[in-house]
Structures are given as C-alpha cells and as structure tokens.
C-alpha cells in the first residue's frame, strides 16, 4: 500500500485522529532532515536541536494546521529520541483517560517502522508506568483494535493520539508529544541551557498556535 503524501483536509484529519486515533505521511524531506540530525548525535538542547525542532514545528505549515485542528491550545511537553523494541507496546497517556490530552508527532527517518493499535485510544485499560508507559498484548486483543504497520522507507511523519499504542520496530526516531495545559502541570519543563543563542532561538519560534514548555537553567 502507497503512503499518503499529504495530510487530508482540516475536517479528515480530526476524524482520523478521533476515529482510528492516528494519520501518518510520508515525506523524503523529512527524512533526509533526520538523517542530518542523526550525524550530529541528536543534540536536543543546543542551536542545532532547536532548529530541528524549529523546522518540524513552526517551520511546517502542516504541523501547524493539524495541531491548531486537533489539539489547539497545547504546548510542546516531551522532545525525545526512541530506540526500536519490537517486543514492547508504549503509550503517552493511559487510554482510559476520556479526553484527548496529548498528541504525538514521530518523526521518522529513512527506514522508519511503527506499528500503530488503531482505536486503543478508546480503551479503557490501565499500563504499567515508566519512563514510557507500557501495554501488554491481551489488554489490546479485541475486535475494536486494529494493529496496522506504518512503513516509511524515505521518512515522514506519524500523528497519533497519546493514549494511543504503538511500537517502535526500526528507526530510531524522534517524537514531539503535546500536550493540553491541565496535562503539562504534572509533567518537567524542557530545560535548555541558559545561553543567549537558545533564548534568541526560542524567542524566534514563539507562535500563535504552537506552544513550548521552555525553562532555562539557572
């Protein structure tokens, strides 16, 4: 099956992520831009993490619309680097909260592959908690659920709700979770070094739509 290219239009996309509790694309650009960032060890809190963060976000007039369509009011909570575990199904967020909170952005290099468990989001089951929450096969195995593989052999995006399970099966990519306000007071500030080029390049990527949950080091 071809991968979108595209995003559909406002109205699709928040029944996608309502209804299946995902929508996904693919995109060479994106990938190429991850693998840039791979060869710079992934650095998430100097000038060079900003600007990939800058460039997957505000940048993005894409990211921009689908987040004022689906999660509006939210912040940047979580810029993190995840590693494949094909043996493992993680959450954001326990799908047996009621209302969307969060929503995640992967962000997929070439040879990127998840496997997403469309409409668990509707669950109501309990994971494990940790440094990512955790899911155990039998809570997913109902006839509601439906585990679908998003292979993105030259890069893309992945959308997904934050209760939503999913596996990381190749790729190491990075996942951008937002997060509605009620959400981010129960979790840490992203923290960036108290440097004058990362205040410059903050204030540069202050928005209407898209928050960030910034603090600097003292």
Not at 196 to 203: Q, R
Request: charged share 25%; proline share 6%; net charge positive.
């Amino acid at each position: 099956m071809t991968n979108p290219t595209t995003f559909p239009d406002t109205e699709a996309q928040k029944k996608a992520i309502e209804t299946d509790g995902c929508l996904y694309l693919a995109d060479s650009a994106v990938g190429i831009r991850v693998g840039e960032f791979a060869k710079k060890g992934w650095p998430r809190t100097n000038v060079e993490g900003l600007k990939f963060l800058k460039a997957n976000t505000v940048d993005d007039e894409r990211i921009v619309k689908l987040l004022y369509a689906t999660l509006p009011g939210s912040k940047l909570g979580a810029y993190i680097l995840l590693h494949p575990f094909p043996s493992r199904i993680f959450c954001f967020l326990a799908p047996r909260i009621k209302e969307r909170q969060t929503l995640a952005i992967l962000i997929g290099g070439r040879g990127s592959k998840i496997r997403l468990y469309k409409c668990s989001h509707k669950l109501s089951v309990q994971p494990a908690s940790g440094d990512l929450m955790q899911l155990v096969p039998e809570q997913l195995a109902v006839d509601s659920v439906s585990p679908i593989t998003v292979d993105l052999k030259e890069g893309g995006y992945t959308v997904f709700d934050g209760r939503l399970g999913f596996t990381i099966l190749e790729g190491d990519p990075i996942v951008l979770v937002f997060a509605l306000p009620e959400r981010l007071k129960l979790w840490k500030t992203l923290e960036l070094p108290n440097q004058p080029e990362l205040k410059e390049m903050a204030a540069e990527m202050s928005h209407s739509t898209i928050g960030f949950n910034f603090t600097f080091t003292k």
